[in-house]
């Protein structure tokens, strides 16, 4: 399966998280992060707000999606 990231996401107000969009052979999908999953990947950085622990662990993000599909 070839998975392209848009480089678009939003942050979840209902979840406090962040959905992030891709395409995957040809079909759109919505990757959706909890804001504990967030801080899980890097600790350290778990006082920062949502979008800026997004934007630092993005490709790290984008690497688990590529291997769940």
């Known amino acids: 399966m070839k998975i392209e990231f ?3 996401y939003i942050v979840n ?3 406090d998280g962040i959905d ?3 395409i995957a ?3 759109d999908i919505t990757c959706k992060v909890t804001k504990e999953a967030l801080q ?3 600790p350290e950085n778990r006082f920062n ?3 800026k622990q997004f934007l630092l662990n ?3 993000l984008e690497e688990i999606v590529e291997k769940k599909y």
Do not use: L
């Open 40 to 42: 899980d990947i890097r």
């Open 20 to 22: 992030f969009y891709a």
């Open 6 to 8: 848009t480089g678009k």
């Open 49 to 51: 707000d949502v979008k």
């Open 58 to 60: 993005q490709s790290k």
């Open 25 to 27: 052979d040809g079909q």
């Open 13 to 15: 107000s209902n979840t």
